[in-house]
Structure formats: C-alpha cells, structure tokens
C-alpha cells in the first residue's frame, strides 16, 4: 500500500501526539515546599525506628535554589540532603568539607522504561613514599532508571499511581607503582528501589544490603503533611517563635526561643554541633521575657564558615528550625 504524503504527516503528529501525551513530569512527584513533611517507619537488620523527613528551608548552590531536606530521628538531626531543580533534572547534592558531589537524580520529563547516568566520577590520588610513587584510582558510576508506573500501598494509604526508580551502580579501585598495578578491587553499590507518588512525594525505599545477604531495608510512608510553609505557621502555636540575630553572625548570634524550649544547632551533615548556649546577662541578670529566653551562641573554634541549622523543641513536642549562617 501506498503512503500518501497527508497519510504520513497524520502518522507523524499522532506520533508526536501519543509522545507529548504519555511524557511524565518529575514536578508532579516531587512537591517542594519549605515545610512539607513525611513520617517513614523504617525497618533493617538493625531493627525499627521512625524517620521524619522535612524540607526545611532553600539555599542558593552553584547558581540554582536548592532545598534543605533534613531528617529527623527520634530528637535528632540524622541526615540533611539537598535537592536542586534545574532546567533538565532534579538534582541531589552530597555537602562535604572536601567538595560537593552532584547527582541527577529524576529528568525533569520521562517515560516508562527511560534510565539516564546519575552520577560518573574518578579520584585519582598520587602519595610518595620515599622514591616509590603510588597512584590510587577510584571509579564510580551510579544509574538511574524509571521502570514502572503502578499503585503502592503502605500505612499512609494506597496511591495509584507511583513511579519505581530503580538505583544501581558499580566502583572499582586501582593502585599502582609506578606504572605496574599492585592492588585493584571492584564491586556493586546497593541497588535502591524508590517509589514515589504523584502530588505526594516519596512513598517507599527498598535498598539492598550487600553485606547482609538476603536482607533488605525497607522504609514506608506513615503520614505527610503537604501544607507548606504559610499553612504550616498557621498551625503553629502562636508562642512559638524562634528568632536569630544577626544573621549571618561572625562571632556570636543571639537565639531568642519559647520558655523551656531545647535549642540545638547541627551542621549541615547533620552533625550536633551545639545545644542551648550562654545565657546573656547584665550585671549578673539573666535577661529574658516571661515567655521566651535568649541565648548566645558562640562556634568553637574549629568550626568552619557555612550554613548551619538551629532547632527548638518546646515540652509539648513542637519543633521549629531556621538556617544560620556563620562567617569567621
């Protein structure tokens, strides 16, 4: 049979049409909004523990907005995650004294079955020793693949539609004399298995435990809050209230917080780095208002500039966080 060109030019805009139509949007899955929490129960070889996880303030990193997702476990800061949206993906970012790794973690479109490289890096590290050179070379490349979208179903409730990504990657490392190879090894990194919902955000983790064969750790979606930060502050009670000055600070910053709250700082690796402070005072006078307190909080020594978290924790279990920034 023979194709006429209106034939084929129908063919093609259905084409584009069905490609347009089936495309999925990464935003759909990831609401980011300062405030915006999910309550997972976690379970390992290692036993049970509840994780909250909240994206709890925006920073600017290498030109684009990132979110600060932070999580808590029990009435400490366990781990803080960055997450960067940009013109092609969402990316997640790893904060180190040392550099800062980036990953693409989900295309900002995509389809079942499409897979991108998240993450390819090299180290190469060159020591002496006396007249001996040794070069180390360590490789890693980590994937990412979309494979399925279909309904989960944890404690939270049954969401229909859910994305399965699929995390996999592999490293090797090298070490020479000169140029004859002395050692090398190589290996998989645990495959992770995460599900999230439309218009609700992570669900489900799975991720493999190589070290503990047959094992895997599981975390799944109790409850979340997808209020944001304007509703968010609404619900709070209104004596909770945390203010810093100045910010930045170079020596030391003045905390005013609830009466008999806990106040905490931890680094952004999530690192306890202080709790309360000095109480400021004027001739020996503590000073503070009938229903707050003020602290000064001064970095040890050792602490590098950045950003910095402070939390306070009041009796009845409310929490409220807000960034500091430290300058030496």
């Given at each position: 049979m ?10 093609l ?15 759909d ?18 036993g ?11 920073i ?9 997702m ?32 980036v ?18 890096m090299?180290?190469?590290q ?19 693949e979309?494979q ?10 049954t ?24 050692n090398?090894?190589?290996?998989i990194i645990?495959?992770?298995i995460?599900?999230f ?11 493999s435990?190589?070290?503990?064969e ?10 979340y809050?997808?209020a944001?930060i304007?509703?968010?502050t ?5 004596n ?10 170079n ?14 700082f ?20 503590m ?10 909080w ?7 500039s ?8 009041t ?8 960034r ?5």
């Amino acid at each position: 049979m023979r194709m006429t060109t209106k034939t084929i030019l129908i063919c093609l805009i259905i084409i584009i049409f069905v490609g347009i139509a089936t495309a999925i949007d990464a935003e759909d899955f990831m609401p980011f909004a300062i405030g915006n929490s999910w309550t997972f129960k976690d379970s390992s070889f290692e036993g049970f523990d509840t994780t909250i996880t909240e994206v709890a303030d925006t920073i600017f990193l290498l030109g684009y907005t990132t979110y600060i997702m932070v999580d808590y476990w029990g009435d400490s800061l366990r781990d803080t995650m960055y997450m960067q949206p940009r013109e092609d993906a969402v990316y997640m970012l790893e904060i180190s004294e040392e550099d800062t790794m980036v990953m693409k973690f989900l295309q900002n479109t995509f389809d079942v079955g499409d897979s991108w490289e998240m993450l390819s890096m090299e180290i190469i590290q060159v020591d002496t020793y006396g007249e001996d050179i040794y070069t180390s070379i360590q490789n890693m490349c980590m994937n990412c693949e979309v494979q399925s979208l279909i309904p989960v179903t944890v404690p939270a409730g049954t969401f229909d539609e859910c994305i399965k990504m699929v995390l996999s990657g592999e490293w090797s490392w090298t070490q020479m004399l000169f140029d004859s190879v002395v050692n090398a090894d190589s290996g998989i990194i645990d495959t992770s298995i995460n599900y999230f919902g439309r218009n609700v955000g992570p669900v489900m983790f799975e991720e493999s435990m190589e070290e503990h064969e047959d094992e895997i750790a599981v975390s799944v979606l109790l409850e979340y809050d997808l209020a944001g930060i304007d509703n968010k502050t609404k619900m709070l009670p209104e004596n909770l209230s945390l203010e810093v000055y100045p910010n930045p600070f170079n020596s030391a910053i003045s905390i005013t917080a609830p009466q008999n709250a806990v106040i905490e700082f931890f680094d952004l690796r999530g690192n306890l780095v202080g709790v309360n402070g000095v109480r400021p005072t004027d001739e020996g006078r503590m000073l503070y208002a009938p229903t707050s307190r003020t602290f000064i909080w001064r970095p040890s020594e050792t602490s590098a500039s950045g950003i910095y978290l402070v939390k306070a924790r009041t009796e009845d279990g409310n929490c409220i966080t807000k960034r500091i920034m430290y300058i030496r």
